[in-house]
Every structure is written in C-alpha cells, then in structure tokens.
C-alpha cells in the first residue's frame, strides 16, 4: 500500500484543482466564442477542413460575383442584339415599302429619310453601354468601340470596310471552370467564360465576293443612296445581303441566349454549393449551444465538488483527536 | 553472570535512544512542508553481550542483551526511483519547452479566429480577379496594389513574430545554462562539504537533501546519471559521457545552428548536445529545420524551417508574379522586391503607379487571368524548392503543420506529465513526511520513555533492597 504524505495530498489536490479551473476555462471560452476548437491544434483534422471549406466558400462567393457580372453582360448584350433585330425588321420593311412601283420620288427620299433615322439607331446600338461599359467593344469595353468621321464607320479606329486587323480577342471571366492555360500561356478556351462580344463580329465587316460591304451600317447607306437617287436596280442585292446579315445576327442572338441561360444554371448550382459548404462549416466549426452549456455546468460542478472536498481533506490530522 | 548495574545501563540507553528518536520525530514534523526534505528515521539496534575476555570460555547460558543504541539517523529514500523521477523530469521538461515553443509559432500561423495569411492570399486572389472583370480601370489596379502591400506586410509580420519568438527562445536558453553553470557550482560545493564530513565519519542527511535537490534542479535541464563515489561524493554524467560537474556551458552558434558548448575544468571546448531536458527542447525549437535540414542541421521542424518556408515562400510569390508582369525578360518590370519573408515590399514602380501591374499582354485581361492563373497552379518545385502546392495551399499546409505538431505535443507533453507525477508521487510517498504517522511515533516514543524511566526506578528499588536492606535479619 502507498503512503499517502501530506504533501502528496496538497500537491495533488492543487494540480487538480488547476487542471478543473484550466478546463473550466477553456469550455467557459468555447461556449462564449461558439466554437468546437478555439486553436488549430486542439483538433487539427477539423482544423485542416475548416481551412478547405473556408477556402471554397471564398471562391464560391468570388464565383458568384463573376457569373452575376458576366449574366449582367449578357443581359446588356442580349437587350442590344434584340434591339438591333428589331431595328432591321424595321429597316427591311421600310425597303420593301419603297420599293414599291407607285412611290414617287419625293416618297423615296422620305424613306431615304427614314433609313437614316435607322442608320443613327443601329449606330446609337452599335455603341450601347452599360454601366461603364461598351458591350459590343470587344475586348475595349471601357471606351465607344464605333466612331463615324465624314461618313466612314470606324471600328476601333479601322474602317470596317477593310477586311481584317480587327481585333477579336477574347475577355475571360473565371467563374470556376477550372482556369487552365496552354503551355504559351494562352487561356484554354473552355476553361473561362468569354464576355466579349466584339461589334466587329456583330455588325459585319469587310466586303463580300459582290462587293457588298458585310457592315449593316454601310449596307444600309448604300440604300439610302439607292433611294436619295430613285436608282432601285441594285436594291434586290441589298436586300438578299440584309437578309443574309439578318440572319447572322438571329445567330449571335441564340449564342447569347445559350451563354445566358448557362450562366443561370451556374448561379443556381453556385448557390447549391454555398449552402452546402456554409453547412459543412457550420458543422465542423460552431459548437452546439446546448452541449456548451451541458459541458460547462458539467466542469462547474465537478470543480465546486473539489472545492468542497479540499475543505475536508486539508483540514484535519490524528493530532485533532488527540487529548 | 552479570554486572548488578547493568539494568540501569539498559535503561539508560533506552532513555537515550527514545529522547533521539522523539528528537527526530520533532525534526521530521518540523519539516512537514520543507521543500525536498527527506523523512528520517533513527535505526535503532539492540546491543549484544559481547565480552571479549571470555574468549576461550563457554559463554554463559544467561548471555543477555546490553540495551539499545542509536546506529544511525537514516533518510528514508529510495535511489532508483530518485533516477526515475529524474529522468521523468527530463522528458517533461524536453516537450513542455518544445510545446511552449511550438504553440507561440502556432499563434503566428493560426488563423481560426482572424486572418492570417492564407485569408490575405485569397483576399489578393479575388483583387485580382476583380482587376480581370475591369480591365483598365485604375481604381481595381490600385486596389490590387493595396492587396499586394497587404500580403508583403503578412510576409513581413510573420518574418518578425518568428525573430521575437527566436529571441525569446534565446533568452530562455541563457538563462538556463546559466542557472546549469550555477547549479553546478552548488553541486561541486555540496560534494565537497559531503567530502569531509565524510572523512570525519558521518554525513549530515540535510546536505544530501541539498543535494539532491540540486540533482533534481539539473534533471530538468537536461538528462543525468548520476553515480555515487566511494568517497560519498557524486558523479554526473549525461549524454556522450560528459562529465558535467566538471563542465562550464556556454552558447555559440555554428552558421544557422545554436549550439551549446562545454569547457571542461581542462579548458578544452566540445559542443554538447543532451538528448532530452530544456535545453535539448529549446535546441529542437531553435534549430529544427524540418525538411529543409541540410547534412548536421536538426530535422526536428522547428523556428528555422518556418524561417525558411516563409523565405522561401515570399520570394516564389514575388518571382512567379514578377516574371509575370515581365513580358520582355530584357526589360524586367518587377511587381515586387526583396526575396525573404522580411524584406519584401512591392516595388516601387508599383507603389508609384497602380497601373504598373500589365493587365493585358496580346489581349485584354489575359496576363491578369496568367496572374489568377498562378495563385491556382502548383508551384514549380524545380524553381522554387520546398513549395509545395499552390500558394494558398502551401500556406494550408504550413498551418497544418504546426497545428497537428502542437497537438501532438500536447499530448505527448500531457503523458509525460502524467508520468512525471505518478513517479513524483511514488517517490514523495517514501520520502516525505506523513503528520499521522509523526503522531503515532510521537506517542510510542514518549510511552517508551517513560517505561525506560519506570525500568530506571525499578533498577533503583532492586538495588536499594540489595544494599541497605540485605543481610539485616535481626538487626
């Protein structure tokens, strides 16, 4: 059997006593932080997830920030596409007006005149902005992409009659495709979404094999010309070409519908992974109100039972009972 | 036949013997909370008939004892678990330092309730990619700048918290080799007087609890064998055989290593390296380079692999970006200067012009999504040694690190008390003093002075009948 020396019980019953407050303390803190752990090292497993799922809600959010501005683009860029399709239907049934046998002169001026009211339309739409910035400027978007100088149309400083130096590239936005570049350090494409929707691309340039221009806007002055000089011969041509441009831009409109609608498919599933990982944290970080309490008043107990107890251990000796 | 005085001899002795045994019990009780005072105890021994006269004679058949005598005033300890205690001290004292150390870098790294590095990383992260979504736009060139500068001063105030837990690290191994060298000029004065007294025959117990309690002292410091001489003296050794009474120690260091070293009274100098105590446990914080250890260097992962890691961390952070922002490598336009956690800062270009950062190489944003890119990408190990990972993650990973080495350590250094305790308490409950038992004793040696008394009057009558009223018939 041991010999138990007063020491020994002093000593103790204070390493004891310490350890209880030390542990008091400790749940005393959790419960006031509503945290599971308040050091990595207390529990460095849930440590090391809670930094993962830190790290994802961060980037989910940024995700969510980016898909919201591209979607507003696309938006932008879709209200304009719309607009300049209306536009042509416009322009394409004033043409067929005036090309009717029983228009005078004087009426085929007036539709010459209603053309250019068109024409500043399409140019008005070729320098849409929203916000700050100018959605068909390519990969410029911050300064009018379009300018018109005695009468030729310029794209970025290029007359869009001339059939190339167009700058086409692409503006990304990383919304959690998996970022990558090629060994050149270009973007994969695929790999980020592409906000630019360059007016070039839009509006046409250059000529065709007929020696029409691809610009809407030129295509349209050409028919104005027609009317201003009641010479209708080469109309049928203009119209087929605005037919043909017509139809491209039915294209881009679908384009932007389909990245529209992918980017809504993204926002959705974004936010399936916001509450999932937001839950994740809620798990591995926050501590039960409830079980906090349930551990602390538990601690509390035991540390006033050791109180207590020291009060009859300490106090007496043989040397009480002794006559 | 023997002497008619011998009763009063043997109850003389008994009177002598229970007036030193109630004087010990009084030393003991006095000595109830006295730190390292060992419980005495007076050994008494019953002295035998012993005539050496008689040598060639039949002893008588009546051949009684003398009395009693005091042999010796004893301390009641046991010496193997003295080594136990001592070696348990020495294992304690190793992972509480260790963990001390451990969870002040912890303190520096930890980011679960603020943020730290990695939250500025991801801060960084996204002032970039609200750089790429605004192309051109000064006020996010500068507010990527500003995140920039923000990331160096994390470099920079962790460069720092590292240097002053260094220095407090420092501090705290001077003082103990201090304390060694004066616990060792304690010990030589000690076994010395013990020297002496032993020549002169008898050793007081209150210097051996001196002692001891040095030995214990030195115990924690760093691991001891302590062997005893004929003399009565003590030799200490600890690891590669260094006899450490005869040793000054003193702090030196050797290119990144601190390291302790010992003069011995001949004056030659050898580097000492204990395998466990505080001073061992201050060595591994100090110079545990982890895996960047080169030949000689400690791999316990300690101050200087953080060092390192952040160096190296800062200056792959700086390289990669300022490559980046270099499109002809003929004219560098470096985003950043400096290549440690200390020193780097943006550059001042930079801190000139928020613009200075190329957004755009062929097309618009594209060298800003090669920026994005990089803090996504692993980390060319073969440029950059000892990252591993993306930037964030290597930043995970070191707070990773210590988080699960601290704990660890919290529980090895938790075991190690509990040990430490259990043999602490074996061994008090030898050595130390009991009141009760005290009490006991008191009782038992008063009740047997006073029958020794009573046995002195008994003797006293018995006589008294045999001198003045023997031979009287008549009278």
Redesign the interface.
Known sequence: M???????IN??YL?NLNSNLDNLNNLRQKAA?G?S????????AA??K???VR?NL?RIS?YQ??VG?AASIMTEVETAVLELNSTITSISENVTRGRSGNYSEQDRANIAEVLSNFQLELFDIANYRSA?KYVFGG????EPPFNLESGVLYYHGIDVNSNTGFDE??????IGLG???TAS???KEGT?FNI?FPGSEVFGTGTDTNGLPNNIFNLVGKMIEAFNTNDLSNLDSYVDKLESIAENITVKLVDVGQKSSFLSFLTERLAGNEFNATKKQTEIECIDAAEAIVNFNTQETAYLAALAMGNKLLQY???DY?K | MGSSFTGLRIAQSALAASQICLDVTGQNIAN??TKDYTRQSAELNAVNYNNSVSKFAQPPATNKGQGVTVAQIAQIRDKLLDVKVRNCHSNYNTTSVILSG??DI?NVF????NSGL?AIL?DF??QL?QL??N???TGYASMTRSAAQKVCQVFNQYASQLSQIRDEQMASLEIAVEDINTVISKLNEVNTQIKDQSVRGSISNELLDDRNSYLDTLSKYMNITVTAQNDGTVKVSSTGNADVLDSTFSISQSGDQVVIQRTDTGGTLADFLPDEGTVAGCLHILNGAGTSAAAGESSFTGLLYYNRALDNFAAAFAGTFNKINTLDPAAPANLFTGTTANNISISEQWYADANYIVV???????NV??M??AM?DEVDETIYPGITGNF?GFA?TL??T??????YY?DINDMNKAIL?SAA??R???M??????E??NL?SYQKAYQAAARLMTVMDETLDVLINRMGVVGR
């Open positions: 041991m010999r138990i020396t007063n020491k020994m000593t103790n390493s932080a945290r752990y308040l050091k990595a090292s207390e529990n460095p440590a090391l809670a930094y993962q790290q961060s940024l920030n980016n501005e700050d990969s410029k978007m911050l590239s692409s503006i990304y936005y990383d970022l990558k570049t350090g270009q973007i980020a630019s000796s043989l040397l002794m | 109830v909370n451990l969870s912890e930890d980011e679960t309730d990695n991801g992260y996204s990619q790429s979504n192309a051109g736009n755009a190489d062929t097309g618009t944003n594209d999504i090669k994005i890119n996504e964030e995970k707070m990773d210590i988080a699960i080495d601290t704990g919290k305790t308490n074996q008090e409950s030898i130390g003093v009991l009141v009760d038992e009490t006991v009782i």
